[in-house]
């Protein structure tokens, strides 16, 4: 069993910037594939960013130049660092393996708004 947990959301305006983090308890290697997932309102949940165990990293082009997926060290933990947010981004975030393998957590909601 592997559980998510989501954080760092937040309100930000237009041009700013979120680290999101993703931890994971359980069963899981520090290299596990993993990615980041949204929701917005009204909308199916999409694929943002994933990373392989390798470190190979794919992208939303959407998000592409502005978001970068990244791991821990020594924890199982991921992060999500967002730049130059658009009112675009807004959704509820959420971390998951590259299969979608694992219970959904919480999600972290993120609204980028002026």
């Known amino acids: 069993q592997v559980q998510l947990v989501e954080s760092g959301g937040g309100l930000v305006q237009p041009g700013e910037s979120l680290r999101l983090s993703c931890a994971a308890r359980?069963?899981?290697?520090?290299?596990?594939?993993m990615a980041w997932y949204r929701q917005a309102a009204g909308k199916e949940r999409e694929f943002v960013a994933g990373?392989?165990?390798?470190?190979?990293?794919r992208y939303l082009d959407a998000v592409k130049g502005r978001f970068n997926i990244s791991r821990g060290r020594a924890t199982t933990t991921w992060y999500l660092q967002m730049n130059s947010l658009k009112p675009e981004d807004t959704a509820v975030y959420y971390c998951?393996?590259?299969?979608?393998?694992w219970g959904w957590g919480p999600g972290t909601p993120v609204t980028v708004s002026s």
């Open positions: 998951n393996g590259v299969t979608r393998q």
């Open positions: 359980g069963n899981i290697a520090l290299t596990a594939p």
């Open positions: 990373i392989a165990g390798g470190g190979v990293t």
